[in-house]
C-alpha cells in the first residue's frame, strides 16, 4: 500500500497521507514517501497544494511503535527536518484540510501550511509534553507565529486538545466546513489560488514570511525586489489590462 497517494487536479497538487489505520501516523516509509510528494509539489505547472489525511485522522504525529520513531537530535535532522524545510520553501499555496485529529508532528505539519480549513470532526492535540519531548517538526517556529507566545506556549505546555471550534476561534484555522464539504472546499480554494495570475500568490508568501524575520528596512527592500518580479511574470500585463477593463466598464455604468 502507497503510504502517500498524490493526485493532480488541473494545477492543483492533491497530497493524502494514506496510513487510515494508524491514523496516518508517520513512520519510514511515510516520511520517504512525503519527500517524492514535496518533489513532485515543486513542480511549476503545480500552481496549488492541498494536504489531507485518508480516513480519520489527518495525521498523529510519529508512529510510537515503528523503531525509527524515537526523534534524538540525528533523527530529526534526517527526518522530519528535511520536509519542514521542503514544505516552507514552496513558491505556491499549501492548504492543511484536516480532516480529524492532527497530533503532535502532524499538528506541525498542519501549522507548516499557509491555510488551514478544518473538518468539524478536526482535533488539534499538541502531545509532545504527554511523552516528555518538546514539539518538534517546527511546530514551535509556527506556532507562535499563529498565535502568539502565551497562547502557544500555554497549549504546548499543557497539551490539552483543541475543538475545530476552539481552533476557529484561536485563530489557528481559518475555517470550520462539515466533514463531507471539506475536501471539495479546499480544493475550491486552491483552484482559486491556482488561477491567480502571475506569480503575486506565492511572492506573497515569500514576502510575508521575509516580513516575520526582518526589520522594516530590510522589508521595503524586498518587497522592491519582489514587486520586480510579479511585474514581470507572464501573464501579469493580461490581467492588468483585463482589470483595467473591468473598472472602465463600471465606471461607465455609474
Not at 498524490?6 to 494545477?11: L, Q, S, W
Not at 491555510?115 to 519531548?133: C, E, M, Q, S, Y
Not at 499563529?146 to 476557529?168: C, F, H, S
Not at 514587486?227 to 455609474?254: D, F, I, Y
Amino acid at each position: 500500500m502507497n503510504t502517500v497517494l498524490t493526485e493532480r487536479d488541473g494545477a492543483v497538487l492533491i497530497v493524502t497521507l494514506n496510513r487510515p489505520d494508524k491514523l496516518n501516523a508517520l513512520d519510514t516509509d511515510t516520511l520517504y514517501a512525503l519527500a517524492d510528494a514535496w518533489q513532485e509539489a515543486a513542480d511549476p505547472q503545480v500552481r496549488a497544494v492541498v494536504v489531507t489525511g485518508n480516513g480519520r485522522g489527518f495525521c498523529a504525529g510519529a508512529d510510537l511503535r515503528a523503531a525509527s520513531s524515537a526523534p534524538g537530535r540525528s533523527g530529526l535532522r534526517h527526518t522530519y527536518h528535511p520536509h519542514v524545510l521542503a514544505l516552507a520553501a514552496l513558491e505556491k499555496p499549501v492548504i492543511a484540510a484536516v480532516n480529524g485529529p492532527a497530533a503532535g508532528a502532524g499538528l506541525s505539519l498542519a501549522a507548516a501550511a499557509d491555510l488551514r480549513i478544518a473538518a468539524d470532526t478536526a482535533k488539534f492535540v499538541p502531545a509532545f509534553t504527554a511523552v516528555g519531548l518538546v514539539p518538534d517538526a517546527g511546530g514551535a517556529y509556527f506556532l507562535p507565529r499563529l498565535l502568539g507566545y502565551a497562547r502557544a506556549y500555554e497549549w504546548l505546555a499543557t497539551g490539552r486538545p483543541l475543538t475545530a471550534a476552539q481552533a476557529l476561534d484561536w485563530g489557528l484555522v481559518s475555517e470550520v466546513v462539515p466533514a463531507a464539504d471539506l475536501m471539495p472546499h479546499a480544493t475550491r480554494l486552491a483552484h482559486q489560488l491556482a488561477g491567480t495570475p502571475g506569480l503575486a500568490v506565492g511572492l506573497t508568501k515569500r514576502l510575508l514570511d521575509y516580513g516575520l524575520n526582518h526589520g522594516l528596512a530590510e522589508l521595503l527592500d524586498e518587497e522592491a525586489r519582489l514587486q520586480a518580479l510579479a511585474v514581470a511574470a507572464p501573464g501579469r500585463q493580461e490581467a492588468r489590462a483585463a482589470t483595467v477593463r473591468r473598472l472602465s466598464g463600471t465606471e461607465e455604468n455609474t
